[in-house]
């Protein structure tokens, strides 16, 4: 049955008020709530001229501030100016969650931005204009002079591009697509949704969007999304019951995806669409003009085991087949691959066993000793590149020569290091222990003129060292976190803190990722986090290794990195370990003391989906399949099915306005945790999203805190 004292709603977090004040009595918890997990006043969603000579940046005014703000740096001086301002442009209006329409909230919960105020925004490519919407008004930005000019809209706007020019913006209003100034939309209203990217793209498949310009701002292609065939989720807010619940069309395993097709709408009124075998090819991964004359769009069948880059004629519709990347697993995302360069050549991913490569029109280019990660661009002439060597908690920046020369490193020690290029151009972003650190490097020259990005940033209150090593045969990285006063010799209760699903790397050097867990540490645990098989950038062997089956691999391999630790270090005791995740971190927590009570000894999981027949199409049939065709692996990866057995402590949490892991997952497990007379916890979070935003995660980890302190004793 369920243990009714620790069924409770929790208090003072943002729902509809965001003014409401947030209840934290912990001094850390408190600092990370106000400073948004300490990214309140960094720079983000950098754009760079085309010619290098400016960059667009995010920002909020200081540590404590949510609300970002459009500014302009100029590389060849160095001065940064405000360009947009929604405390001038829009008074009283902060731009929170409860205050976004509905497609504007989804998508910030699509890509996992929760900050306030300019989202995001869109610009030419000289950056001489940018737009934006806040609270869904359309605003058009002069970077020149600052100005900015709100745009009538016919409704409710949601992601407004400019064409070359800035002079049209096209944008959604109402599923359907519209191009400044005509008050009537460009799309046909033919029942679909227009212009928007459905749901399985933008949470699994990397395209958030749905419409671009043709380079001379004559059309626009578009996205025609019909998700009629589609079930419908529903959510209801006990704590306002006389609204009516607010539902959304969900792409279930097994069921049918939303059907996506692609047309280019001429602001003359033609309209032509683009055929492939869409039947065979479901799912739009990209799509983008190569010219006026040439569309280019990738492509995946439904297991995701075959991409197409396709070629397509916006005249015509005709499309034609380019490259194609087959795996008998699936086809791990490459990020800027498939793609054409400038010179016709075709650039592919590249996998071996035990390395991620990449190849030019098959022929495999020379990346020995890297895992490559990301594919940047191009700058001087070469492929910039996020890369992995070594320890995979580190990535560096490697330039790729496509004409056979050796790798060029651009980073210098571990760390985590991206990039972004333009022209002469180059942004560094570096993080490690000591912080991060953003440099623009000029002139096209690594030992030149260089620019540091200001960041208002809280400073972040621990510098965290973890103990790292790679564990067991199967060299599983692993970390190790003490507390900061802990004296060698004093057995510690164990603390996993755990992911472990694909798509996601626990252990690496991004500093702020371990803010918390030193945290944690320092409530009187040994922090031991673990990426598994299946996790990514160790290898495509080591990804892979869950195909057709989740749960067993990853229980194996933490049980046994655990097991392999505490050899190392003796302070870990084993006879009091809990466990906390979140996502596929929470069903891994759950999994835990539900298959393996003999060495996890009490659960925190939040948002965990406890059947995976019941999530998405594209992420869960990626690796196992369709239901219809792997019941077995279903059934032993569902946990619904192991209730009965529970014998340890287990907490269950969940937002209930979770459009991502619905909030049924974790009532269908409570619900047979009952039925089977097992004593469990829940923790319902009305109006909270699966992000657990506005210093919800701060409450929430108060709360894990509490009850792993009583179980674990």
């Known amino acids: 049955m369920c243990d009714i004292s620790h069924v409770r709603l929790l208090a003072g977090h943002r729902t509809r008020d965001h003014d409401r004040a947030v209840t934290l009595t912990d001094p850390f918890l408190a600092l990370s709530a106000r400073t948004g997990r300490f990214t309140f006043g960094a720079p983000r969603a950098y754009t760079l001229a085309e010619d290098g000579s400016r960059l667009l940046l995010l920002r909020s005014t200081g540590p404590e501030d949510p609300v970002d703000r459009l500014h302009l740096l100029d590389t060849a001086t160095g001065e940064e100016r405000l360009v947009a301002d929604p405390a001038a442009l829009a008074p009283g209006r902060s731009g929170h969650r409860d205050e976004l329409p509905t497609l504007e909230r989804r998508l910030r919960e699509r890509i996992r931005l929760v900050a306030a105020g300019i989202g995001g925004y869109a610009a030419t490519a000289d950056l001489s204009t940018a737009v934006f919407v806040l609270d869904g008004r359309l605003f058009r930005t002069d970077t020149a002079t600052g100005t900015s000019t709100e745009l009538p809209v016919a409704g409710p706007a949601f992601d407004p591009r400019p064409d070359a020019t800035g002079e049209r913006v096209a944008y959604v209003a109402e599923d359907a697509l519209y191009v400044t100034p005509e008050p009537t939309p460009l799309s046909p209203a033919d029942g679909a949704r227009w212009g928007v990217a459905e749901f399985a793209a933008a949470e699994e498949l990397g395209r958030s969007r749905g419409h671009w310009w043709r380079p001379d701002g004559g059309a626009l292609l578009a996205a025609r999304v019909d998700e009629s065939a589609l079930p419908r989720r529903y959510f209801a807010d006990p704590a306002h019951p006389g609204d009516p619940a607010e539902d959304f069309a969900y792409p279930q395993a097994g069921g049918p995806n939303a059907d996506v097709q692609l047309w280019v709408l001429g602001l003359d009124g033609s309209r032509v669409r683009l055929r492939w075998d869409a039947a065979a090819f479901p799912y739009v991964c990209a799509a983008s003009w190569a010219s006026d004359e040439e569309l280019l769009l990738t492509v995946a069948d439904r297991l995701q085991q075959n991409v197409l880059l396709l070629t397509a004629d916006p005249a015509t519709g005709e499309t034609r087949e380019l490259s194609r990347t087959t795996d008998e697993f699936w086809v791990d995302d490459l990020p800027g691959t498939p793609a054409r360069l400038s010179d016709g050549r075709l650039l592919t991913a590249h996998d071996t066993p035990q390395a991620r490569g990449l190849a030019l029109d098959g022929e495999p280019l020379d990346t020995t000793g890297l895992q490559i990660r990301r594919v940047v661009g191009r700058w001087r002439g070469r492929l910039l590149c996020e890369t992995g060597r070594g320890d995979p908690a580190d990535q560096y920046v490697h330039l790729i020569d496509p004409d056979g020369g050796a790798p060029e490193l651009l980073t210098t020690g571990p760390g985590a290091h991206s990039a972004l290029a333009a022209a002469n151009t180059l942004l560094l972003t570096s993080a490690d222990a000591e912080g991060i650190r953003r440099r623009l490097l000029l002139d096209g020259l690594l030992d030149g003129r260089e620019l540091q990005l200001a960041d208002l940033s809280a400073a972040l209150p621990h510098r965290v060292r973890p103990q790292l090593a790679r564990v067991t045969d199967r060299a599983l990285p692993t970390a190790v976190v003490y507390p900061r006063d802990h004296s060698p010799g004093r057995g510690l209760p164990v603390l996993l803190d755990v992911y472990g699903g694909p798509g996601f790397q626990a252990v690496a050097a991004e500093p702020r990722r371990w803010q918390l867990r030193q945290w944690w540490a320092d409530q009187g645990f040994a922090v031991v986090t673990t990426d598994n098989r299946g996790t990514p950038f160790v290898s495509p062997d080591f990804t892979r290794a869950i195909f057709r089956r989740f ?154 805190l509490a009850f792993l302190r009583s179980a674990l004793g």
């Not at 974790?666 to 210093?695: D, F, I, N, Y």
């Open 551 to 704: 749960s067993q691999v990853a229980l194996d391999d933490q049980v046994d990195a655990l097991h392999a630790l505490a050899e190392r270090h003796p302070d870990l005791d084993l006879g009091r370990v809990g466990v906390r995740g979140w996502s596929y971190g929470g069903y891994f927590a759950a999994l835990a003391v539900l298959r393996r009570p003999d060495v996890f000894h009490a659960a925190s999981a939040g948002a965990p989906p406890t059947d995976f027949r019941q999530y998405d199409t594209a992420y869960t049939e990626r690796y196992l399949a369709l239901p219809q065709d792997n019941p077995e692996g279903y059934a032993d990866d569902c946990l619904l099915t192991d209730a009965p057995g529970l014998t340890r402590p287990l907490l269950l949490i969940h937002g209930l306005a979770d459009d991502n892991v619905h909030p049924s997952h974790t009532l269908l497990l409570s619900e047979a945790l009952t039925k089977a007379g097992r004593p469990h916890s829940v923790l319902p979070l009305p109006g909270v999203t699966h992000l657990t935003p506005g210093g919800v995660n701060e409450q929430v980890t108060q709360a894990e």
